[in-house]
C-alpha cells in the first residue's frame, strides 16, 4: 500500500519549539516559509526522500459526506454516534487491542512499544479472511486519522474511509501527496494555536537537512532510508518559549551561506523502488489533493532548490481555490471532489509544470522580496531595525576605512621616500665602503615593503568603495524603510566582512611598520642619520599640525562656552552682547586709525595731503552685527 517505508521509522522526541519557529515563517498564500533569504517549501522530493510514502499514483480523491454513521457501521462494524463523522477512540482501541496496554511503573518507552507491537499482534487475525480485512481496515482508520493525517485533539475522522473500502486499491493512490498537502494545511492553521499538528517528524527533519547551523537534530543513524531513519532530536532542557525565542532570533540572523537548498544531491535511488517511481514529479509545480484539501505547490518560487537562480516571479495573493470548512458535521453536502476539482486533478495527473528558470542573478526577485514581506520577515515583527543608526555606523566606519587609507597612503609615501635616498645614496657613496651588495639587498628589501603597503592600500580603497556603496545604499534603505529591512539586513553582513578586512589590513601595515623598523635598524650610519633628519622633521610637523588642532580646539570651546554662557539667561545673555559688541567696534576703530596713518605717512612722504579722520560708525549698528 506504499505506507511500508514509513513504519519503519523509529521512535523520534518532539521538538515543539523548532515547529512553532517554522509555523511562525509560514506564509499561507504562497504555501511556502518566508525566511530572510527569500521563500522555501517543503517539496514532493523531501516527502519521498524523508518518509519513504509513495508519490506515483491517483490524486487521492473522492467523496466527502455530510454524515459517516451508515458507512463507518458498515465497514468498520463498530458504533458511530448518529450524525458524527468520529469513530469511537475507545471502541477502536479496544479492537486493535491498544486500550489496556497502558504503559507500566518504571517502564522505557521501547520496552512498552515493544508490548505493545506483542498485544496487537495477539488480538489481530493472524490468517488471510474476512477478519484479517476488518482489522486492517480498522488499523488504517488509526494509522491515516492518528498519525499520517492526524489533527488537534483525540478524534479518530472517517474522511478517508471511502478510499479504503476497497483494500486492493489503497496502494494505488499518492498518499505522498495527499501528506505534504495536510502539512501545508496544518501550517496554516490559526496563529492562536500554540502547537502543530500533522506528522512532526517530517518537518523536524526537513529543517535538520536543509538549516543544519540551527543545531537541533543530530545524525545517529548513518547509512538508513528513508532519511528521517537517520535523524534523531536533542534534548533541550529550556523552557519552550526559551528556546522559541532563540530559535527565531537564529533564523533571523541565520547565514545565507548555511542554507541548503539541495540537500539530496549525490544520493543514489538503490534500494528505493518509490523514489524511482516518483521522480517524474521532482520539479514540478503541481496541485496536491488530499479529498477536500486542494492545495498548490508553488515550486517556481523556490528555483534555487532546483538548482537554478531566483527569476522574478509573481506572488500568490490570495488562494485561487477555496474549500468548505474543516468541520465534517454536516456542514456540507456530498462532494464529487474528482467533479469539482476536475481541472486540477487533470494537472496532477499531467505531473503538473516543469520549473525552468533564465535568470543569472537573484537580485530583482529579492528586491520583489522586499517590497512583498519587509519587516514581517527581516528581523520579524519582534525587532524594529534602527535603520538611522545603522547609517550612522556605516559612517562612521566608513570615516574610519578614509583615515585607514590616509595612513597607508603616507606610509607607502614615506617607503618611496626612503628608497630614493638608498638609490640616491647608491650612486654618490664610495665603492671602498664594501656594501655595494647590502645596498641592492636593502634596496631590495625596501621594493617588495613598498610593493606590500600599495596592496595594504588598494584593500583599503576597495574597502572604502565598498563602505561608501554600502552607505549609498543604506540611505536608500532610509527612504524606503518599511520595504527594505531585508537589504539592510545583507548591509549589516557586508559591514561585519569589511570590519574584518579593515583588520586584516590594519595588521599588514602593522607588519609592514615592525619590519621597517628592523631594515632601518640594519641600514648604513649615512641612512640613519638621513632618516633621524627626516624623522625629526617629521615629528617638527606633527608637533606644529597638534599645535594648530590645539587652537583650533580652543577656539571652538571658547566658543561653545560663549554660546552656553549666553544661554544662561537673558540677563547675562544682555550683559555678553553688549562686551562683544562694544569690544569688537573698538578694535574695528583700532584697526582702521592705523590703517590711516599708514596712509597718511605715505602720503607725507610723497607731499601728499592731510590725513582724514576716521569715518563715523555708530556702535550697536547692523553692521556690527546688532549686539547679536
Not at 492518528?146 to 486499491?169: I, K, M, N, S
Not at 599640525?545 to 571658547?558: H, L, M, N, P, W
Request: aromatic share 8%; with cysteine; proline share 4%.
Amino acid at each position: 500500500m506504499g505506507f511500508g517505508e514509513i513504519f519503519r521509522i523509529e521512535r523520534m522526541r518532539v521538538d515543539p519549539a523548532l515547529t512553532q519557529a517554522l509555523r511562525s515563517r509560514w506564509d499561507t498564500e504562497a504555501n511556502a516559509f518566508v525566511f530572510p533569504w527569500g521563500h522555501m517549501i517543503p517539496s514532493l522530493e523531501d516527502v519521498s526522500q524523508i518518509t519513504g510514502l509513495s508519490m506515483y499514483g491517483r490524486a487521492v480523491s473522492g467523496y466527502t459526506y455530510p454524515c459517516y454513521h451508515d458507512l463507518a457501521e458498515r465497514l468498520l462494524d463498530l458504533p458511530v454516534e448518529r450524525r458524527s463523522s468520529l469513530v469511537p477512540r475507545i471502541a477502536l482501541h479496544e479492537s486493535l487491542g491498544l486500550f489496556e496496554a497502558g504503559k507500566d511503573a518504571g517502564e522505557s518507552e521501547d520496552e512498552y512499544l515493544e508490548r505493545l507491537a506483542r498485544v496487537s499482534r495477539r488480538e489481530l487475525a493472524s490468517e488471510p479472511g474476512p477478519q484479517a480485512d476488518l482489522d486492517l481496515l480498522r488499523f488504517l482508520v488509526l494509522f491515516l486519522g492518528r498519525l499520517l493525517f492526524a489533527t488537534r485533539g483525540d478524534a479518530v475522522h472517517c474522511r478517508f474511509l471511502p478510499l479504503l473500502a476497497d483494500l486492493g486499491e489503497v496502494g494505488g493512490y499518492a498518499w505522498g501527496a495527499a501528506f505534504l498537502a495536510h502539512q501545508f494545511d496544518c501550517l496554516s492553521a490559526s496563529d492562536r494555536q500554540t502547537s502543530t499538528s500533522g506528522f512532526y517528524p517530517f518537518l523536524q527533519v526537513w529543517a535538520y537537512l536543509h538549516l543544519p547551523a540551527l543545531g537541533r537534530g543530530e545524525l545517529t543513524r548513518p547509512g538508513l532510508v528513508p532519511i528521517a531513519r537517520l535523524w534523531g532530536a536533542r534534548r533541550d532542557t529550556r523552557h519552550l518559549a526559551d528556546q522559541l525565542e532563540c530559535l527565531q532570533e537564529a533564523i533571523d540572523s541565520y547565514p545565507y551561506l548555511d542554507v541548503v537548498w539541495q540537500p539530496y544531491m549525490g544520493e543514489g535511488d538503490e534500494g528505493q523502488p518509490w523514489l524511482v517511481q516518483a521522480r517524474p514529479y521532482f520539479g514540478k509545480s503541481v496541485w496536491l489533493h488530499a479529498l477536500n484539501l486542494v492545495l498548490p505547490l508553488n515550486l517556481f518560487l523556490t528555483q534555487c532548490s532546483l538548482g537554478f537562480r531566483q527569476s522574478v516571479v509573481e506572488f500568490p495573493v490570495r488562494d485561487r481555490f477555496r474549500r468548505p470548512g474543516r468541520s465534517f458535521r454536516g456542514l456540507h453536502d456530498t462532494t464529487d471532489w474528482r467533479e469539482r476539482v476536475r481541472e486540477q486533478i487533470e494537472n496532477w495527473e499531467r505531473k503538473g509544470k516543469s520549473v525552468k528558470s533564465t535568470a543569472t542573478i537573484d537580485d530583482a526577485y529579492l528586491r520583489a522580496y522586499a517590497l512583498k514581506y519587509g519587516g514581517k520577515v527581516y528581523k520579524s515583527a519582534r525587532h524594529q531595525v534602527d535603520v538611522a543608526r545603522e547609517v550612522a555606523l556605516l559612517r562612521a566606519l566608513l570615516l574610519s576605512a578614509t583615515h585607514d587609507r590616509e595612513a597607508a597612503r603616507r606610509e607607502t609615501e614615506e617607503l618611496r621616500r626612503e628608497l630614493e635616498s638608498v638609490r640616491r645614496g647608491a650612486g654618490g657613496a664610495s665603492t671602498s665602503r664594501g656594501g655595494e651588495s647590502d645596498r641592492a639587498s636593502f634596496q631590495a628589501q625596501l621594493t617588495a615593503a613598498i610593493s606590500r603597503a600599495e596592496e595594504a592600500e588598494r584593500h583599503l580603497e576597495d574597502r572604502e568603495r565598498d563602505l561608501r556603496f554600502t552607505n549609498e545604499h543604506a540611505m536608500d534603505l532610509q527612504a524606503q524603510r518599511d520595504q527594505y529591512q531585508g537589504e539592510l539586513q545583507t548591509t549589516r553582513g557586508d559591514r561585519d566582512q569589511l570590519r574584518i578586512r579593515a583588520e586584516a589590513a590594519k595588521a599588514q601595515v602593522a607588519a609592514m611598520a615592525t619590519e621597517l623598523a628592523a631594515l632601518r635598524v640594519q641600514r648604513s650610519p649615512v641612512d640613519r642619520e638621513e632618516l633621524e633628519r627626516l624623522r625629526a622633521e617629521l615629528r617638527l610637523q606633527e608637533g606644529l599640525a597638534q599645535r594648530i588642532q590645539q587652537i583650533v580646539t580652543d577656539i571652538g570651546r571658547s566658543r561653545s562656552r560663549s554660546r552656553s554662557a549666553a544661554s544662561d539667561s537673558r540677563a547675562t545673555g544682555g550683559t555678553v552682547g553688549q562686551y562683544l559688541v562694544s569690544s569688537s567696534s573698538r578694535r574695528r576703530n583700532e584697526v582702521e586709525e592705523r590703517r590711516l596713518q599708514d596712509e597718511g605717512g605715505a602720503q607725507g612722504e610723497g607731499g601728499g595731503g592731510a590725513m582724514l579722520p576716521p569715518p563715523d560708525r555708530q556702535e550697536g549698528s547692523e553692521e556690527c552685527g546688532g549686539g547679536e
